[in-house]
């Protein structure tokens, strides 16, 4: 598929009205929400919510940059490595649909177990808040790689243009779960992404820890062993929260703390293993510094 092709279908593809319909839609629940609290004085940290809104147009405004069509010029040559080109039609994006879902599920968790991942993706669990304006608490910087999870559903066939709505109508449809005025929802907890099943995500406590990484269907972690009920009550945040509602600071606090470490280690090796390997690891002659001090 060709570069003005595919700018083509981002432009004049008939799902991409639904795309924007979709949009408008979890602008008005979240504006909702947020007037709701304002009548009710429903207790919210306000700062918290505007720093969510500011992040927000910060990314609007870098979707009309280059970062922003990053996955469009890297794609289209990766897809021509492909043997087969899947046509575009209803059944082929249900399928499509799925397996960027599926996509979604693997992303996600690499995004939590390798730090250098985490850093952008810890933006959105910084908040020690919950409500609808979490959705728009996303890393300013995510658009230099997501891109990149896509590239095996563009290998086996789907087009560049089909791979990305297909990841976009995933993350469009968890707006509505970040809140905590829905209940849980019974059988629907058990196979779908529900505002039950990921304030359990969103939870700092020990046994909601990297649990429940799933975009629209919650089976992938059934399958997977990350499935985990809503038991106890949700303390939202970081396990080390962060204090602060600077945008630029919320976006790039987790860079800083991992470059701080990288110039205290004392080989490559480990300085390779702060930035790509797990959250939690350090040398052992990190703890024995900080003893001594």
Not at 184 to 212: A, C, M, Q
Request: overall charge neutral; some cysteine.
């Amino acid at each position: 598929m060709s570069f003005a092709k595919l700018i083509s279908l981002f432009e004049e593809a008939g799902i991409m009205t639904f795309i924007g319909y979709f949009f408008l839609f979890n602008l008005v629940l979240i504006t909702s929400e947020i007037i709701w609290d304002l009548i009710t004085a429903k207790k919210r940290r306000w700062n918290d919510t505007l720093a969510n809104i500011s992040i927000f147009v910060m990314n609007q405004l870098l979707e009309k940059t280059i970062l922003g069509s990053l996955g469009v010029i890297f794609l289209i040559p990766i897809s021509m490595l492909s043997f087969y080109q899947i046509p575009l039609n209803i059944y082929t994006w249900i399928v499509a649909f799925f397996v960027a879902d599926f996509t979604y599920y693997w992303m996600h968790r690499l995004e939590h177990e390798h730090r250098i991942l985490w850093a952008s993706h810890s933006v959105h669990h910084s908040s020690q808040d919950y409500n609808l304006t979490i959705s728009m608490r996303l890393s300013i910087v995510e658009g230099l790689f997501e891109w990149m999870f896509l590239i095996p559903m563009v290998l086996v066939g789907f087009s560049p243009f089909q791979a990305i709505i297909g990841l976009v109508l995933v993350a469009q449809f968890q707006t509505w779960i970040h809140t905590k005025k829905i209940g849980k929802l019974g059988w629907l907890d058990e196979i779908f992404n529900t505002p039950s099943v990921h304030r359990v995500h969103h939870g700092s406590n020990n046994k909601y820890l990297d649990k429940n990484y799933g975009g629209f269907l919650i089976i992938w972690d059934k399958l997977f062993g990350t499935y985990q009920r809503e038991e106890e009550k949700v303390v939202y945040g970081l396990t080390k929260n962060i204090e602060t509602n600077n945008p630029i600071t919320i976006n790039f606090i987790e860079y800083k703390n991992i470059w701080k470490e990288v110039k205290r280690c004392k080989t490559l090796k480990d300085k390779l293993k702060i930035i790509f390997g797990n959250l939690i690891w350090k040398p052992e002659y990190f703890g024995k510094e900080e003893q001594e001090q």
